[in-house]
Each structure stands twice: as C-alpha cells, then as structure tokens.
C-alpha cells in the first residue's frame, strides 16, 4: 500500500478535500449504473425488450463516473505507477520526478484535452446534437461537457499536488537548513560561553585572594 509521504498546505488542503468530497459522491454513481445493467438485462431477457436509453444511459453514466473520478484518483494517488522502480526511490528522488512529470508531460497533456474538448462540446451544444439511436437520449452536448469538466478538475488536482511537491523541494528545505543553521549557531554560542564563564570564575577568585 502507498504511503503520501508529500507535506499539506492550507491551500492544497483545501483543494483536495473539495476533490475528496467530490470522488466520495460519485461513489454513488456505480450502484445507480450496475442497477440500470441489471434493470436492461431483466427485461431483455424477461419481457424481450431492449431500451435503447438504457443503455446509452449506461454509457453516460460510466463517462461521467470515470472522468470525474480521475482527480480523485490523482489526489488519493491510487492511480497507476510503476510501483517497481518509485518505491525503491527516496522521497525527493520521488518528489524530482513528480516535479516534471507534472510540469513536462501532464499539464501540457491536459491542456491540449481543455483546448479542443471546448471546441467539441460547442460544436455540439450549436446544433443541437441528440442520439443518432431511435428511442436515444437527447442533449447529447450535456455528456460531452463532462469532458472537460472531468479534466479541470484533474488540473485543479495538479496544481494541488504541485504546491506540495514544491514545497518539499524547494521550501521545507530551506527551513530544514535554517533550522540547522540555527541549531548550529545555538550550539557555538554555548561553547563561546563555557570558557568565558569559566574565565569569569577564575577572575572573580583572583580577586577575592
């Protein structure tokens, strides 16, 4: 099982509960779909009678559960890895590689969904665009904007789990070696003052003589 071993801030706490939240709701969604499956079997095979909007339905429901899901999956991080090689790594070695990662390969690969997805979802919400199915389900737009909305909040998520790698790398750090330096400081001083107390005790003696 994966630890997290990345530090919260507020703003990333914030973030990821709303993400957390969110996944815990969709939940949901999968017991209502396995029971339109089962609902579309029955009577498939019962009554001989298939429903086309069932099972587009279906297909809506399973879109929208697994493109929201995503973040949830990124901000729990169950999400897929090689487990072989980034459980041998050390934690800044893991949070260096999250860095770009994120930065090279994932942020730009969301944007590029965001750029044309909006595109896609105009075109259809412009024409009005339905089931080509008989019987299908209308607002065909509607599961398409689920696109999009799935994504921003994947990138939502990112940048979450941004602050928090940046904050390991670059400002935990740099208190770490403050409070070394601090840690240091305070050990010097108390070396200076043992031979000046030292020092005190023998002069006041002299003069007591």
């Known amino acids: 099982m994966r630890v997290d071993t990345l530090p919260h801030t507020y703003l990333s706490s914030r973030i990821d509960n709303f993400v957390q939240r969110i996944g815990q709701t969709l939940s949901y969604i999968w017991l209502a779909l396995l029971f339109v499956i089962v609902i579309n079997v029955l009577m498939r095979y019962l009554?001989?009678?298939?429903?086309?909007?069932?099972?587009?339905?279906?297909?809506?429901?399973?879109?929208?559960?697994?493109?929201?899901?995503?973040?949830?999956?990124?901000?729990?991080?169950?999400?897929?890895?090689?487990?072989?090689?980034?459980?041998?790594?050390?934690?800044?070695?893991?949070?260096?590689?999250?860095?770009?990662?994120?930065?090279?390969?994932?942020?730009?690969?969301i944007a590029l969904i965001l750029i044309y997805s909006v595109q896609f979802v105009s075109s259809s919400f412009g024409v009005g665009e339905v089931s080509p199915s008989p019987g299908g389900l209308p607002y065909r737009w509607a599961i398409k904007a689920i696109l999009p909305l799935g994504f921003a909040l994947l990138l939502l998520t990112v940048f979450a789990r941004l602050i928090r790698v940046w904050y390991v790398l670059f400002i935990d750090y740099e208190e770490q070696g403050n409070e070394g330096g601090a840690v240091l400081a305070e050990g010097s001083l108390k070396n200076t003052a043992a031979p000046l107390t030292t020092n005190n005790s023998q002069a006041e003696e002299i003069h007591g003589r």
């Open 47 to 109: 009554f001989s009678e298939g429903r086309i909007e069932l099972e587009e339905l279906q297909w809506h429901l399973y879109s929208v559960g697994f493109l929201l899901g995503m973040s949830y999956a990124y901000q729990a991080d169950v999400h897929i890895r090689v487990d072989v090689l980034h459980e041998r790594f050390s934690p800044q070695l893991r949070a260096w590689i999250e860095l770009y990662g994120i930065l090279l390969f994932l942020i730009p690969f």
